[in-house]
């Protein structure tokens, strides 16, 4: 007679709607901040006189997006990652899986993702930057609630003064270029900040379309030596990503 073998059948892990839902508008919204810079230069994001003076529907559709989108989104989908990071592992302490193991591999291959996106498609990639961010906010996911909100809290702090102080330099920069007999470095520093958040020259913005407008080899080549990396991006907005992950 033929042996049979019972095989426990585990019903797949049931959607939570409303995350699902949430998840989307922050995509979505993120999209929506996101969409300047992929038809104009990188610094279109930063700034609507990017491509010369901009008009007044330039200016209301840039002034809107940075109240309304910018940054609430990508903290909106901070949030939905940490909430997503318990619901793992918790269902893998249901199913008798190592959390950590299981955890720690997920954000190994979205940080594979994210590089792959960062270098290959586009230099606007936060992937990698929350896969680093994710195996850090592990070490607090045994943290009382009471903890996790001080701590988030303090990597808010930590992130407003970071903020604060390359607030200040920037206008300390300012002032010193602008001076009479400045020096060469000072203006050559100041005109590099102009060109990411100010109004970038004409010169600068031609180098950019011509980049833009290049050969994908050519745009993999740029975006190895331009681009953000992703522990630059740890250091500059990991605090805040972090706290966000933990409320």
């Given at each position: 007679?033929?042996?049979?073998?019972?095989?426990?059948?585990?019903?797949?892990?049931?959607?939570?709607?409303?995350?699902?839902?949430?998840?989307?508008?922050?995509?979505?919204?993120?999209?929506?901040?996101?969409?300047?810079?992929?038809?104009?230069?990188?610094?279109?994001?930063?700034?609507?006189?990017?491509?010369?003076?901009?008009?007044?529907?330039?200016?209301?559709?840039?002034?809107?997006?940075?109240?309304?989108?910018?940054?609430?989104?990508?903290?909106?989908?901070?949030?939905?990652?940490?909430?997503?990071?318990?619901?793992?592992?918790?269902?893998?302490?249901?199913?008798?899986?190592?959390?950590?193991?299981?955890?720690?591999?997920?954000?190994?291959?979205?940080?594979?993702?994210?590089?792959?996106?960062?270098?290959?498609?586009?230099?606007?990639?936060?992937?990698?930057?929350?896969?680093?961010?994710?195996?850090?906010?592990?070490?607090?996911?045994?943290?009382?609630?009471?903890?996790?909100?001080?701590?988030?809290?303090?990597?808010?702090?930590?992130?407003?003064?970071?903020?604060?102080?390359?607030?200040?330099?920037?206008?300390?920069?300012?002032?010193?270029?602008?001076?009479?007999?400045?020096?060469?470095?000072?203006?050559?520093?100041?005109?590099?900040?102009?060109?990411?958040?100010?109004?970038?020259?004409?010169?600068?913005?031609?180098?950019e379309l011509v980049i833009g407008l290049g050969g994908w080899r050519d745009l993999v080549a740029w975006r190895w030596t331009h681009a953000v990396g992703p522990i630059t991006a740890l250091t500059v907005n990991g605090p805040e990503t972090l706290g966000f992950m933990l409320f």
């Amino acid at each position: 007679a033929p042996v049979l073998h019972s095989v426990r059948m585990t019903p797949a892990p049931a959607r939570i709607a409303a995350l699902d839902l949430i998840r989307g508008v922050a995509v979505m919204g993120i999209l929506a901040a996101n969409i300047a810079a992929f038809g104009f230069p990188e610094f279109a994001y930063m700034t609507p006189a990017s491509m010369g003076p901009p008009s007044t529907p330039d200016l209301i559709a840039w002034t809107t997006t940075f109240i309304v989108i910018d940054g609430k989104m990508r903290g909106l989908f901070s949030f939905l990652f940490g909430a997503s990071m318990l619901l793992v592992i918790d269902r893998a302490k249901a199913t008798d899986e190592d959390p950590a193991t299981v955890h720690l591999r997920r954000m190994a291959w979205l940080f594979v993702f994210g590089i792959a996106h960062l270098y290959l498609l586009w230099w606007g990639d936060i992937l990698a930057h929350y896969a680093l961010v994710g195996a850090i906010a592990y070490m607090f996911v045994r943290l009382p609630v009471r903890w996790l909100i001080g701590v988030g809290l303090a990597c808010i702090v930590l992130q407003t003064v970071e903020l604060g102080t390359l607030t200040a330099y920037a206008f300390d920069l300012h002032a010193s270029a602008h001076r009479p007999h400045a020096a060469a470095r000072i203006v050559t520093n100041w005109q590099l900040l102009a060109d990411q958040f100010g109004q970038p020259t004409p010169a600068v913005i031609a180098r950019e379309l011509v980049i833009g407008l290049g050969g994908w080899r050519d745009l993999v080549a740029w975006r190895w030596t331009h681009a953000v990396g992703p522990i630059t991006a740890l250091t500059v907005n990991g605090p805040e990503t972090l706290g966000f992950m933990l409320f």
